[in-house]
Each structure stands twice: as structure tokens, then as C-alpha cells.
């Protein structure tokens, strides 16, 4: 089996920082693309950053040069780094990757953790 585990998740003020980290452990033969979502209450889930193996990064528009998505292969770990916080940033936000066990890629999410950026 394989477990993505979220953390770093909290209370913050507006124009604040936080960083999540995502680590992937179980019978991982290889980690492909992951990625970042977060959901609002009564919203659907949304891509918020994304990043592939190679090191290529994608962002939705409204995280653009305040988020930035990184990875360390060595430890199967996504980060996100989010500066200039803003109230609607305010989600459960969900680490996804799409990591091979055996001879096929699936996705696993985690179980999210929540950001709350509030005066």
C-alpha cells in the first residue's frame, strides 16, 4: 500500500507564508507527477500546482507568483511553498501523486490538511 501524509497545514494571517510538505512511503517503485488541490467548503476540489519527475512546474492563475511547487525524489516529498496569503486561499488543501506499485501508475491522495488564513 501507499500513504501520502500532508502536513504543515495552520492559522495564518493575511499576506502570511506557510509550507506543506506531501511524503509518499509504502511499495513505491516510482513517483510521476504530483500535485497540489485544495477545496472550500460548498466548492469543488481545484488544481492549485502541479510539478512532473523532470522538475516541470504548472499553476493554476490565482497562485501565480505567490505559490511555488518543488519535490525531492530522493524522499518522495512535494512541497508548497505559499507566500501573500490571502483570505480566499482558505481550504483543505490535498497532496496527489501518481506513483507506480508494481507494473502500473495510480493516484493516491492524502488525507489534506487545512490552511486558514484569517485576521
Known amino acids: 500500500q501507499v500513504q501520502l501524509v500532508e502536513s504543515g497545514g495552520g492559522l495564518v494571517q493575511p499576506g502570511g507564508s506557510l509550507r506543506l510538505s506531501c511524503a509518499a512511503s509504502?511499495?513505491?517503485?516510482?513517483?510521476?507527477?504530483m500535485g497540489w488541490y485544495r477545496q472550500a467548503p460548498g466548492t469543488q476540489r481545484e488544481l492549485v500546482a502541479r510539478i512532473t519527475s523532470g522538475g516541470s512546474t504548472q499553476y493554476a492563475d490565482f497562485v501565480k507568483g505567490r505559490f511555488t511547487i518543488s519535490r525531492d525524489n530522493a524522499k518522495n516529498t512535494v512541497y508548497l511553498q505559499m507566500n501573500s496569503l490571502k483570505l480566499v486561499d482558505t481550504a483543505v488543501y490535498y497532496c496527489k501523486g501518481q506513483i507506480k506499485t508494481g507494473n502500473s501508475y495510480f493516484d493516491y491522495w492524502g488525507q489534506g490538511t487545512q490552511v486558514t488564513v484569517s485576521s
Open positions: 509504502g511499495r513505491i517503485v516510482d513517483v510521476g507527477p
